[in-house]
């Protein structure tokens, strides 16, 4: 348990260093919790005293990077700038903005306009279903993309997702451009995700039954940069 805890409470070190404050948060809390479970199953006392040292120690930073990140958050200039590299895996969408993803998010605006082939829906199915599981109170998704008449099924594929999600009480609208260009996720919350290459950013699986087939966490990535800011205001669910 107590190396587990080393390896969260390293990663969070790291990110913390990057100044990607709200996934070093993610961090510190959970490692702070393993070594607080730790301390109930440990009868020694100077082991018990050491390892609720090392939690407070941590528990202090993420209370300092929570109060951070809220002044930024209220000041409209909190920002993180992740750089994935090409072949990299452990960059499936709960991973990247699913910290974002809470009972505070009522709709979710997507832009991308590469939604259009097979693979590109399902990507967003798997959006859709990070959203349905974090979002308790999410009631509306709508999804702006580019129109492509060589994917015939582009449209179905989408008005299937759209009954499904009504079955869960969100609704869902989609909408085409022809002059579409940018890609970005923007949640209730005030929370905006641009993605460089959208939701597409995954490299084609080397086979029907390898890892990173379904579990887009250990799918192979291309090389794509994601930035990640919050408005102070967002009022409506309207464009």
């Not at 260093?17 to 009868?43: N, S």
């Not at 970005?184 to 959208?198: D, E, M, P």
């Not at 029907?208 to 009022?235: A, M, S, W, Y």
Request: hydrophobic residues 35%; proline residues 1%.
């Amino acid at each position: 348990m107590e190396s587990a805890a080393v390896s969260v409470l390293k990663r969070a070190v790291e990110m913390d260093m990057k100044e990607q404050y709200t996934m070093a948060l993610v961090l510190y809390q959970e490692g702070v919790q393993i070594l607080l479970d730790a301390v109930k199953e440990t009868k020694e006392t100077f082991k018990v005293d050491y390892l609720t040292s090392k939690a407070k120690e941590y528990l202090d930073r993420a209370e300092k990077i929570k109060k951070l990140i809220s002044t930024r958050k209220s000041a409209g200039i909190y920002r993180e700038l992740i750089k994935i590299e090409s072949g990299s895996i452990g960059h499936g969408y709960a991973s990247i903005f699913g910290r974002f993803f809470d009972g505070t998010v009522t709709y979710i605006n997507i832009e991308d306009p590469y939604i259009r082939a097979y693979h590109q829906c399902q990507n967003l199915v798997r959006l859709c279903e990070l959203a349905v599981q974090k979002c308790s109170a999410l009631s509306k998704i709508s999804l702006l993309t580019t129109y492509d008449e060589n994917e015939s099924n582009q449209i179905s594929r989408l008005a299937e997702l759209k009954e499904s999600l009504a079955s869960h009480n969100i609704s869902f609208d989609f909408s085409f451009s022809e002059t579409l260009h940018d890609r970005q996720i923007t949640l209730s919350n005030g929370w905006v995700i641009k993605i460089g290459r959208g939701l597409d950013y995954f490299k084609a699986p080397e086979g029907k039954f390898v890892l990173g087939t379904c579990d887009l966490e250990l799918r192979p990535c291309l090389e794509t940069t994601i930035d990640i800011f919050h408005k102070n205001q967002l009022q409506s669910g309207t464009r």
